[in-house]
């Protein structure tokens, strides 16, 4: 059983700071990509940024210069700073991770259970 589970979500007024994390346990073998998508009810479940395990990263437009994620490969966790946060990046966030478990050859996505982050204005 390989699970992401995520931590850090809350409620931030505009303008501050959250810090979103992703740990991955189980029988793990190997990850690829990390990342962070979010989404509202009724919606399509949205980028907001991810990683390789090089380090490589890319952004939704939206959030750039703004979030920041980062990945400790031996601790298969995964990351993302917010700042200057915005009423409008109100959502549920999610973590997601490419995982090849120790009984399974083939890459799977996996996803957590999400972490609601609220913005007041």
């Known amino acids: 059983q390989v699970q992401p589970v995520e931590s850090g979500g809350g409620l931030v007024q505009a303008g501050g700071t959250l810090r979103l994390s992703c740990g991955v346990s189980?029988?793990?073998?190997?990850?690829?990509?990390m990342g962070w998508y979010r989404q509202a009810p009724g919606k399509q479940r949205l980028l907001v940024a991810t990683?390789?395990?090089?380090?490589?990263?890319t952004y939704a437009d939206a959030v750039k210069g703004r979030f920041t994620i980062s990945r400790d490969n031996g601790k298969n966790t995964v990351y993302l700073q917010m700042t200057t946060l915005q009423p409008e990046d109100t959502d549920v966030y999610y973590c997601g991770a490419r995982i090849r478990s120790r009984y399974n050859s083939d890459w799977n996505d996996y996803w957590g259970q999400g972490t609601q982050v609220t913005v007041s204005s």
């Open positions: 990683i390789t395990p090089d380090g490589t990263t």
């Open positions: 189980g029988s793990i073998f190997d990850i690829n990509a």
